[in-house]
């Protein structure tokens, strides 16, 4: 039976743990899924920088627009890198972890103006890195 081509080059790396396979998979689209929303994320800070609220004396304050620029670029990104992994690119698995620690931290700097948001990406950019590190295992 056919995968599919996004299955054959993962299916190559993985031959001995099919599970890899999936895990890549799954890591690969809650990439591009954490990083489409947060290129949406992104321009509604580019759009409208009153969307999000104003946290007074923190030491992370930058301006509504500079983090819509933020979340866009490492959305795109994001998006990049995902697709790359289904592709089996092997450094993409690098890039990609990379990408979601700095996710991570960024989204922590976030916290005080959009805390649910920023606390689920967090969670998000967690399950990517450990998605990540297990198919670089198998």
Do not use: C, E
Request: aromatic share 12%; hydrophobic share 65%.
């Amino acid at each position: 039976s056919n995968r599919g081509v996004v299955m054959v080059d993962l299916g190559r790396k993985a031959r001995s743990n099919p599970v890899a396979v999936g895990v890549a998979v799954f890591a690969a689209a809650m990439l591009m899924m954490s990083g489409l929303a947060g290129a949406l994320n992104g321009i509604a800070a580019l759009i409208n920088d009153t969307f999000f609220v104003k946290v007074d004396g923190y030491i992370y304050a930058f301006d509504a627009t500079t983090w819509g620029w933020i979340h866009l670029l490492l959305g795109a990104a994001f998006v990049a890198v995902g697709v790359f992994i289904v592709l089996g690119q092997p450094w993409a698995y690098l890039v990609a972890i990379v990408l979601a620690g700095l996710n991570g931290v960024l989204n922590f700097m976030w916290l005080p103006i959009a805390p649910l948001w920023a606390v689920l990406f967090i969670a998000i950019d967690v399950l990517i890195i450990w998605a990540l590190l297990t198919t670089r295992r198998a």
